[in-house]
C-alpha cells in the first residue's frame, strides 16, 4: 500500500510541481495540495488523513511553525517534512521543536526528497548530512550513562546547547547568559567539537536524540 503524501504550499505552481514529482515515486501517493494550513487543517477534519505532510514555512495567516504545532498536538502520527526557501539554522531548529521530522531546501534534487520520504516512513526521522545515524547509535542514552557526562559536557555548555534548541540567535544566546557574543561563540565552538557536528541543527538533533534536550 502506498504512503499517503499531502503537501502544503502557497504557491499554487510549486505544489502541483512538488505534486507531480511525488506521484511519479512508486512508493507514495499524494491525497491533496493545498495552499494554506487552514484549508489543510479543513481538510483533516474531512477525514482527509494524510500520513505525511510535505510543508512549507513561509505562508501567510498560519504559517508552517502554526500548521506544525497544531499538527503536532492534534495529530501526532502524522509526520511533517518541511520543505522551503529558507536555510537559516534558527528556521531549521524551530521547524524540528515544532515537529518536523525532516527539514529540506526546495533546491534539492529529487533523489534527496525521496530519500527524505523513504527515511521518514522507515526511521520515522530524516537526518540530513548535519548528522550521522551510526553517530547516534554511539551515543545514545540505551547504552547507559548520562550523555552530557559521556561527551564531555559542562553545565554551561549544557545551557547553551539547551538555549540553542530554541528559535533564539546567537546574540540573543549570549544576552540570556549574561556572557558576550564571543564567549558563547567560544561554547559553540566547544559542543560542536565534542558532539562531533559541524551545525547548529546538528546539534540539536542529536541534544534531542540522546535526551539532552525534551521538545516541547
Not at 17 to 35: M, N, P, T, W
Not at 70 to 93: Q, R
Not at 179 to 207: C, H, I, N, W
Request: one cysteine or more.
Amino acid at each position: 500500500m502506498k504512503t499517503k503524501v499531502a503537501i502544503v504550499d502557497d504557491h499554487e505552481l510549486m505544489a502541483k510541481a512538488l505534486s507531480g514529482l511525488v506521484q511519479k515515486f512508486e512508493r507514495y501517493d499524494v491525497i491533496f495540495e493545498v495552499c494554506s494550513g487552514e484549508e489543510l487543517i479543513k481538510r483533516i477534519e474531512l477525514g482527509m488523513i494524510p500520513e505525511i505532510v510535505l510543508l512549507d514555512i513561509n505562508m501567510p495567516i498560519m504559517d508552517g511553525y502554526q500548521v506544525a504545532q497544531w499538527l503536532t498536538s492534534h495529530f501526532p502520527e502524522i509526520k511533517i517534512l518541511a520543505l522551503s526557501m529558507n536555510d537559516k539554522e534558527e528556521s531549521i531548529v524551530k521547524m524540528l521543536r515544532n515537529g518536523a521530522k525532516g527539514y529540506l531546501l526546495k533546491g534539492c534534487k529529487p533523489q534527496e526528497l525521496c530519500q527524505a520520504l523513504d527515511s521518514i516512513v522507515q526511521k520515522g526521522i530524516y537526518y540530513t548530512e548535519y548528522i550521522t545515524i551510526q553517530l547516534i547509535k554511539n551515543l545514545s542514552p540505551e547504552k547507559g550513562g548520562n550523555p552530557t557526562k559521556l561527551l564531555g559536557i559542562n553545565e554551561r555548555e549544557l545551557n547553551f546547547v539547551r538555549l540553542s534548541c530554541s528559535d533564539f540567535t546567537y546574540v540573543e544566546i549570549a544576552d540570556k547568559m549574561c556572557v558576550s557574543p564571543r564567549t558563547v561563540d567560544g561554547y559553540r565552538e566547544s559542543v560542536f567539537q565534542k558532539m562531533d557536528v559541524k551545525s547548529r541543527v546538528g546539534m540539536v538533533l542529536l541534544a534531542i536524540k540522546l535526551g539532552i534536550v525534551d521538545l516541547p
